[in-house]
């Protein structure tokens, strides 16, 4: 059987797999699993703008008053601002109903502890443990039962801890903000109009259905054209619960998580705020990025795929700033998880202080082309590649010829009967022809039997 979570909580389209009566088991044995011993534990609740949102929260307050919790339900927030709501308030947990950038017909649970971290796969499995065996639960009865609070002013207290974690005003800069009709809807304008910003919002009027439609951090097109329409300084766009950031120059050119990261990166070494003068990335970051930190005096750490992981690294070794390519990223020093808003400010701090473009910026770095291409294999082969001397004596043959100047890197999908395979390389046409003979050759070795 499946493993219910995935690498962000429990995902689905709403109404069929992520259903109200599995949102309502996950809520009961969330409560149990996380709140312990504790009298009427307090569990906090945020969600998104999508139409099957309300369906769960209900369901889910329903599972966590029957366990005897308190659900404390802070409505439409970023995912972020739960994390940091859960530590604020004295919580003993916080869930998050959320499908991220996925379109709106997904939705998803997540959930963090009371320090706001998200759990563990040991912590998960407990609950999926619970859930398939819902019926061994205890329900509370009587005065017993627990009760629905809900918060009012979670959105002017998330604006004003937001504001509090630069010093710069923003004044004279021009902002063009993409919110995915989304999570950040109020809060990202908000925040930018309070530190001075000329701000231009797009993507802010969710109706349910329209997330993430041809918006936000996974489709800045359109950010990119407003930008330039408004000669403005720099267009942010956000994922649909606002835990992810995109951002575009003044010449409309991407600026991704890599380029975020390692802008961050310099200005908080050269401030003496870096701990131990380390970013910590996953293994899909661009070698561009270690490459040219490298030559700042930065350390890159390098994890699985997964924010969880690079978290996960930053805590047991004391590093302050980490994220991936897609703009997840963690300024641990003032949440315990990714913030797009809180990226994007810290991101136009940096622009203030420096006073150059974020295009000038942004050349810290280069990023080296990169080519993706999946070798479609029989699923229950996907692992073999690295077991077979032809594949991974192709592959050191290539990793050679790049002489320190790429990287190859092998993955078996997750979710596919796929071998992913990604070269990083100076020279793009040659990168690409090395990926097909890598792809073709795992392919004829591993391929579904006739």
């Known amino acids: 059987m499946a493993r219910m979570f995935g690498t962000d909580g429990v995902r689905g389209i709403a109404g069929k797999k992520l259903n109200a009566q599995l949102a309502y088991k996950l809520g009961l044995a969330c409560a149990h699993v996380l709140t312990g011993e504790v009298h009427k534990a307090k569990i906090l609740i945020g969600r998104d703008t999508r139409i099957s949102g309300d369906m769960l929260e209900n369901a889910l307050v329903a599972g966590i008053c029957s366990a005897g919790a308190e659900a404390q339900c802070l409505g439409i927030v970023p995912t972020p601002a739960i994390a940091h709501f859960t530590r604020a308030y004295g919580a003993d947990a916080g869930v998050v109903i959320s499908a991220s950038h996925n379109s709106f017909e997904y939705n998803g649970i997540k959930f963090f502890n009371g320090h706001g971290y998200k759990l563990a796969d040991a912590i998960e499995d407990e609950i999926e443990e619970l859930v398939n065996n819902i019926e061994s639960l205890p329900l509370c009865t009587g005065k017993e039962i627990g009760r629905r609070i809900d918060i009012k002013n979670a959105t002017k207290e998330y604006v004003e801890f937001l504001c509090s974690t630069i010093n710069e005003r923003l004044d004279g800069l021009k902002v063009v903000l993409d919110c995915a009709n989304g999570a950040s809807f109020e809060t990202a304008e908000a925040v930018m109009k309070k530190l001075g910003a000329e701000v231009y919002t797009y993507y802010n009027d969710p109706n349910g259905i329209n997330i993430n439609d041809h918006c936000g ?201 796929l071998v992913r395979v990604m070269i990083e390389g100076k020279d793009k046409r040659v990168i690409e022809e090395d990926a097909v003979r890598i792809a073709k050759l795992i392919e004829s070795h591993l391929k579904e039997e006739a």
């Not at 590649?385 to 092998?410: H, M, Q």
């Open 217 to 417: 951090s996974t489709d800045p097109a359109t950010l990119r054209k407003l930008v330039m329409e408004r000669d403005a300084d720099v267009g942010l766009a956000f994922d649909g619960d606002a835990d992810r950031l995109i951002a575009v120059d003044e010449y409309g050119k991407i600026v991704d998580g890599d380029r975020i990261m390692a802008i961050c990166a310099v200005d908080l070494k050269n401030r003496g705020l870096l701990k131990n003068d380390t970013l910590v990335t996953t293994i899909m970051s661009n070698i561009g990025l270690e490459i040219g930190l490298k030559e700042q005096g930065i350390n890159i750490v390098k994890t699985g795929v997964g924010d969880r992981y690079v978290l996960e690294e930053m805590l047991k070794s004391g590093y302050s700033l980490g994220g991936e390519q897609s703009g997840h990223i963690i300024f641990l020093d003032h949440n315990s998880t990714g913030d797009g808003v809180l990226s994007a400010i810290q991101l136009l701090s940096v622009m203030k202080r420096s006073g150059k473009k974020l295009s000038e910026l942004a050349n810290v770095i280069e990023i080296y082309p990169q080519v993706l291409i999946g070798a479609k294999v029989a699923d229950e082969k996907k692992n073999d590649w690295k077991n077979i001397p032809e594949i991974t004596a192709l592959v050191a043959e290539v990793e050679e010829k790049l002489e320190g100047n790429g990287r190859v890197l092998i993955r078996a999908s997750g979710t596919e009967a």
